[in-house]
Each structure stands twice: as C-alpha cells, then as structure tokens.
C-alpha cells in the first residue's frame, strides 16, 4: 500500500539546519508531484515546499525562501527538504504528501485537498 514516512527531526538552536526526509513506498515516485506541510501548535496547516515532476519544478513558501531546499531521487524513492538557517518560527510537525493527480504541477494555493496520502509527520523544534 502507499506510504509516505518521515525522518530527520530534532531539536536544533535558531540559525541551525536539518535534513527531513521522506521515504515513500507503494507507488512509482517519478509520476507523482510531493509537497512538504508544516503544523505549529494551534495553528493550520500550511504548505513549505513542492517538487513537480516536470523538470523537477520547486515551489517555496515565502517564508522559508533561500533557506529551504526541496529535491528528490526518484531511484531511491525518496524526497528531502534540507532546512538552513533555522529560526524558533520553524518549529512545528512536518509532514510530506503525495498529490493526487499524476505528473500535477506544484501550486502556490497549497490545496490541501488534493493530496491524497501523508506521513506521520516528524517534530522540528528550533530554540532562540
């Protein structure tokens, strides 16, 4: 069955940097569009970061802009998000999902709705 599963959290001082990833199984990778979500406590969930299977097109939330990087490998079914200069507003529970709609383009309205399976998320925690 289809499984996306997350790794790579922690707790890391303000300006520090993570590697998330997601190991995706159940599916072909390479056909499917992958977008990484963040939930802080109390508040939405919100989208970070998508990688398109065209061309491998990016997509970054503004706020995460030069600091985040997406990409994947396809040969290895997996997704990464490395994270850089990390500030106490990052924290929160990452989670990576799997857009429905084969070969989709990223989108920066971040429907939720259209993707169609998530991990279990991974707890990012930065201190200032």
């Known amino acids: 069955q289809v499984q996306l599963v997350e790794s790579g959290g922690g707790l890391v001082q303000s300006g520090g940097s993570l590697r998330l990833s997601c190991a995706a199984s159940g599916f072909i990778l390479d056909y499917y569009t992958i977008g990484w979500f963040r939930q802080a406590p109390g508040k939405e969930r919100e989208g970070v970061s998508c990688i398109s299977v065209n061309e491998g097109k990016t997509l970054y939330a503004d706020s995460v802009k030069g600091r985040f990087t997406i990409s994947r490998d396809n040969a290895k079914n997996m997704v990464y998000l490395q994270m850089n200069s990390l500030k106490p507003e990052d924290t929160a529970v990452y989670y990576c999902?799997?857009?429905?709609?084969?070969?989709?383009?990223?989108?920066?309205?971040?429907?939720?709705?259209?993707?169609?399976?998530w991990g279990q998320g991974t707890q990012v925690s930065v201190s200032s």
């Open positions: 999902a799997r857009d429905r709609r084969p070969v989709a383009r990223c989108s920066p309205d971040w429907e939720i709705s259209v993707y169609d399976y």
